[in-house]
């Protein structure tokens, strides 16, 4: 899956209007195509399985929050060396930190709100771009759907 990884606006960045703000950026200044997209809000237990990860954190309860305190938009993003390059292309998840230009420095408003996820590897966002699209909704450059 290489070329594919996966990316949510979190809400704050959802309240704030900069959805479209930061799609543009995406598509536009670091070159990814979007292969699926949808917005919707997660429930706590949507909330609590797509980070499970973190569930012995001392932060997870409050991501769990904040995560289900309004609307994601989710999607899928088409480029080679997705998951690197977006990764990059965000910048360090403290917004304070994060390279001038990048995403989360223009529109993190702190760690928690950083304003959008990025999967940190192949593997995850796979799992991530299933938790929120089925088969039918991702589709390639042709129109064509993607099978992950």
């Known amino acids: 899956m290489g070329n594919y990884t996966f990316t949510m606006i979190k809400p704050t960045a959802v ?3 900069n959805v479209g703000q930061i799609l543009m950026m995406v ?3 670091g070159g990814f195509r979007i292969a699926a997209l949808k917005m ?6 949507e909330a609590r399985e797509f980070y499970a990860v973190h569930k012995d954190r001392p932060f997870y309860d409050e991501l769990v929050d904040f995560m289900t305190s309004g609307p994601v938009v989710a999607a899928v993003l088409q480029k080679e060396n997705a ?3 977006y ?20 529109f993190g408003v702190s760690i928690q709100a950083n304003c959008v996820h990025g999967s940190d590897s192949d593997e995850n966002a796979i799992r991530e771009s299933k ?4 088969t039918s909704e991702i589709f390639n450059s042709e129109g064509g759907l993607i099978d992950m």
């Open 83 to 85: 998951v690197i390059d």
């Open 27 to 29: 598509n536009k200044d």
């Open 40 to 45: 919707k809000r997660m429930s706590k237990t």
């Open 15 to 17: 309240e704030h209007g």
């Open 87 to 106: 990764r990059k292309f965000i910048g360090a998840t403290n917004p304070d930190e994060a390279e001038e230009g990048s995403i989360r420095k223009t």
């Open 131 to 134: 938790f929120f699209f089925s």
